[in-house]
């Protein structure tokens, strides 16, 4: 089994970027008291490294998790040191049922950091100003050269990591449980989605051009694409009608029942004619 306990991370010191701070991120999730240490010293890294109570990540090119070495560096075949963080402490940084789906955003960061597939020449062909999380922590960065500043940047932008694991969490769990929800949803004859939850992604799966599911004012009715079907503007006569918006995108009304019946009126359209 792989040791969990250490009181000690040691990383690189001046530049730093995503997979670095994203470790580190990750691990305060469980465990927050930690000294931290940011040098290439070669006498501390190599008592660090044999230490099994200090975690070595992203430096000292050794890649050891039965040691606490996450360095990845030495071998172009290793994901980045945040992927090999992630898959030691997985089940102490994310709920088993989120990971899934917390794994992509880790996923992202490692190629950022590794250009796997080449996604530097992908991300050539976006606007300027685009933004990638590895862009947004490098840019915590100010003058390398100043190492007391740099660990205090490094810090900072581990803290803003650490809000953006806690939302990736967060969604991670969403996205669980709404996909339980929709694999569980009821179908009407007509091909209509009828979900207990709001489902922000149900248009991704192409199962259905039209779905209910609840509201903040009650329940609505939405369509997948308007140039396939819209929401009917004769639902404005139902019973509790409350909005209908002009493109015909999606409708809201009080009551579910409403809006099932209104649903279940609507054309049939089956996913493999679109």
Partial sequence: MFKMNFHTVVTHDTTFHADDVFAVAMLTQFHAGFNLIRTRDENILNYALLD????????????????????HHQDTAL???ASLIYQHFNDRICPKPAQPYFEE???????????????YGQLDALPAGFRTVDN???????????????????????????????????????RNRL????????????????????????????DHVFAVMPHANGWQIQSRDTTIDKVPETISKCNGF???????????????????????????HQPFLE
């Fill in 52 to 71: 099994p109570q200090i975690v070595v990540l992203d430096v000292g090119g050794q890649y050891e998790p039965e040691k606490l070495n996450f360095d």
């Fill in 79 to 81: 994901p980045s040191a």
């Fill in 105 to 119: 955003f880790v996923s992202v960061i490692d190629l950022l950091d590794t250009n796997r597939g080449n996604i």
């Fill in 136 to 174: 947004l922590i490098k840019g915590f960065n100010r003058d390398v050269t100043d190492p007391t500043q740099q660990d205090k940047q490094f810090r900072l932008a581990v803290d803003f990591a650490v809000d953006i694991v806690k939302n990736e969490k967060h969604f991670a769990l969403l």
């Fill in 179 to 206: 996909e339980t929800d929709y694999r569980r949803r009821e179908i009407l004859p007509n091909n209509v989605a009828l979900l207990t939850e709001y489902h922000p992604d149900w248009k991704t799966k192409k």
């Fill in 242 to 268: 409350i909005f209908r918006h002009g493109s015909g995108f999606m409708a809201v009304v009080k009551d579910r029942q409403v809006a099932v019946e209104f649903a279940s009126s609507l054309t049939r």
